[in-house]
């Protein structure tokens, strides 16, 4: 994860659109809030009791027929992926989606009417700072059965290509690329979905697409058009005739792009990457993406990026002059060589502090532990710990010089890699709830060269020494 993208954002006011739902054929009002910081994006079922939340997020996917379906503790929204890509290519980061439906509205099957609301709304700009997982290594996603593949790999911004190929003459292969998500309204927002013919029949005949009048999808003709299907598609569309194009389509609509197809499949690849839950700054290229591959790509990625934030390092100068010296810490502790563990204050903050110990071969305890092999004690690692939370605890009294501060509980403890002589260990203490009567609660991690080696949570008490 990285921060270096600016402040995070959400919608100015409130605004609400209203339409039908592509599923259902019902009237649907879809309502956009504005939300807190951190927050993400989430859905509200104002039309039931409760009103239940439920989040944007890649483990809420059910099933990706004909959308991208999320459910949680049973309550459902279907086709998400046009109102997140709306969010995402719009920068906002922070949104509550109100529904009095399972489904927001279908509109013209793009996402140029949520862009729009979004931008009627206002963007505000919050205090808190964008986070953003910034792609290192190429990361992939393969569907076996489709042939469907999707890989990011690192780059300077969040770019986007698909090629989609349906091998049929009609829509043979087309592919759509997004280099800045800056141009995602001009460029994507206004592609809308499409099908194929036999689709369209098979989906008539079982009554599954009460709100797609002809309005909302591109309908490519991949098959011949017999007069039955013709009286079909014209009372179910309420039309007075139905024609095929010169380019394949019904001449329901004429194309925005000639690649609108390709163009769609690029915006639902952006909404359905939104179930992340972070931006990402790397480029994805889909080949063949749907639905189901998009999100099981978002799981892994979503997947990854909670394993590398729980093990993450946070990035220190270890150049910048430290906020205390081994003199500066020797006036605060009580501790003296050779049981001084710490040489350096790197930082410290109202519930934080970040400690730094040069490993060298001169340490004592190597004498005996061990011969030949030496390896710093894993309780030391902890005292060290300590030793670098109690300078932030002993910063909150005003005598610092006149308290101790004892151990009163370790919990969790952790070793996941050796320390040597050699190794630079960095010291991450953060307080885990406010100092109460000199209790102090914290979480510790220790670093060596970007990886964790230690992790635990202390409990310790400040005691005023009894000679003053």
């Known amino acids: 994860m990285n921060n270096s993208m600016g402040k995070q954002r959400t919608i100015g006011n409130e605004v609400a659109l209203t339409g039908v739902g592509l599923h259902t054929g019902k009237e649907v009002t879809l309502t956009f809030k504005p939300a807190p910081e951190n927050y993400g994006y989430a859905f509200v079922r104002v039309d039931l009791e409760g009103?239940?939340?439920?989040?944007?997020?890649?483990?809420?996917?059910?099933?990706?027929?004909?959308?991208?379906?999320?459910?949680?503790?049973?309550?459902?929204?279907?086709?998400?992926?046009?109102?997140?890509?709306?969010l995402v290519g719009m920068e906002v980061d922070n949104c509550i989606m109100e529904l009095n439906a399972p489904e927001p509205p279908?509109?013209?099957?793009?996402?140029?009417?949520?862009?729009?609301?979004?931008?009627?709304?206002?963007?505000?700009?919050?205090?808190?700072?964008?986070?953003?997982?910034?792609?290192?290594?190429?990361?992939?996603?393969?569907d076996e059965e489709s042939g469907s593949e999707i890989i990011v790999m690192p780059s300077d911004e969040y770019q986007i290509t698909?090629?989609?190929?349906?091998?049929?003459?009609?829509?043979?292969?087309?592919?759509?690329?997004?280099?800045?998500?800056?141009?995602?309204?001009?460029?994507?927002?206004?592609?809308?979905?499409?099908?194929?013919l036999h689709e369209i029949e098979m989906l008539l005949e079982h009554g599954l697409i009460k709100g797609g009048d002809l309005n909302?999808?591109?309908?490519?003709?991949?098959?011949?058009?017999?007069?039955?299907?013709?009286e079909k598609l014209r009372s179910a569309f309420g039309k007075d005739k139905i024609s095929i194009k010169p380019n394949g389509i019904l001449d329901n609509l004429t194309l925005h792009h000639p690649n609108e197809a390709a163009r769609h499949k690029l915006l639902d690849v952006i909404g359905d990457l939104a179930l992340v839950g972070t931006r990402i700054r790397g480029k994805v290229i889909a080949n063949k993406p749907g639905h189901h591959v998009n999100t099981e790509f978002a799981k892994k990625l979503s997947k990854k990026i909670k394993l590398e934030n729980r093990n993450k390092v946070p990035i220190f100068d270890l150049s910048k002059p430290p906020v205390k010296d081994v003199n500066q810490i020797m006036e605060m502790l009580p501790h003296r060589p050779p049981f001084l563990f710490v040489d350096k204050i790197l930082e410290m903050a109202e519930d934080s502090v970040v400690?730094?110990?040069?490993?060298?071969?001169?340490?004592?305890?190597?004498?005996?532990?061990?011969?030949?092999?030496?390896v710093m004690p894993g309780v030391i690692i902890v005292e060290a710990m300590a030793q670098t939370g109690g300078i932030l605890a002993l910063s909150m009294v005003p005598d610092p010089q006149n308290y101790l501060t004892y151990f009163?509980?370790?919990?969790?403890?952790?070793?996941k890699k050796q320390v040597n002589p050699g190794d630079t260990l960095i010291f991450n203490l953060k307080l885990m709830s406010p100092i109460r009567r000199g209790i102090v609660h914290m979480s510790g991690k220790a670093y060596v060269n970007d990886k964790l080696v230690t992790e635990a949570e202390l409990m310790a008490q400040i005691v005023k020494t009894k000679n003053i």
């Open 216 to 230: 909302n999808a591109i309908v490519y003709v991949d098959k011949e058009l017999s007069p039955e299907t013709m």
């Open 106 to 142: 279908i509109m013209d099957g793009s996402s140029k009417f949520f862009v729009e609301a979004i931008e009627k709304a206002g963007i505000m700009e919050q205090d808190a700072v964008r986070e953003e997982y910034i792609v290192k290594e190429v990361i992939s996603y393969t």
């Open 408 to 415: 009163m509980k370790i919990n969790n403890v952790k070793f």
């Open 355 to 374: 400690g730094l110990k040069n490993v060298t071969m001169n340490e004592p305890f190597f004498v005996g532990h061990f011969p030949g092999a030496p």
């Open 162 to 196: 698909t090629m989609v190929d349906f091998g049929t003459k009609v829509l043979g292969t087309q592919n759509a690329s997004l280099r800045h998500i800056s141009d995602f309204k001009d460029e994507i927002s206004d592609s809308r979905t499409f099908s194929f």
């Open 51 to 86: 009103n239940p939340v439920i989040e944007a997020d890649a483990n809420y996917v059910v099933n990706t027929q004909r959308g991208t379906n999320l459910e949680k503790l049973g309550v459902k929204i279907q086709t998400s992926e046009h109102v997140l890509a709306a």
